[in-house]
Nanobody, 121 residues
Framework: QVQLVESGGGLVQPGGSLRLSCAAS????????MGWYRQAPGKQRELVAA???????SYVDSVKGRFTISRDNAKNTVYLQMNSLKPEDTAVYRC???????????????WGQGTQVTVSS
């Protein structure tokens, strides 16, 4: 019933920028924390950035100062602005959201299907 759809991935030169978007749709009463994960082939999945419903943010050390996570609660959308991209940022990026479909219902964690980000010259 709840879907997360990412967009904005693609190929970019080192030092370039991309903005990822993730829009949640369906039966949504509230969304708590949202985040972006990434996984490169042969590597562990890692949490890149997270944002609470109140707007508090956190980042993995490797992207601090370069990436910015934000959200638009009215649009049920989370963004990841990625600047000064490096080849090591290459990965499949997936968004995540903790969603309650209705008041009083337990929350479930939903995932987008992923969008490829490739940083290469």
């Amino acid at each position: 019933q709840v879907q997360l759809v990412e967009s904005g991935g693609g190929l970019v030169q080192p030092g370039g920028s991309l903005r990822l978007s993730c829009a949640a749709s369906g039966s949504i009463f509230s969304i708590n924390a949202m985040g972006w994960y990434r996984q490169a082939p042969g590597k562990q999945r890692e949490l890149v950035a997270a944002i609470t419903s109140g707007g508090a943010t956190s980042y993995v050390d490797s992207v601090k100062g370069r990436f910015t996570i934000s959200r638009d609660n009215a649009k049920n959308t989370v963004y990841l602005q990625m600047n000064s991209l490096k080849p090591e940022d290459t990965a499949v990026y997936r968004c995540n959201a903790d969603v309650a479909a209705y008041r009083g219902w337990s929350t479930n964690r939903y995932w987008g299907q992923g969008t490829q980000v490739t940083v290469s010259s």
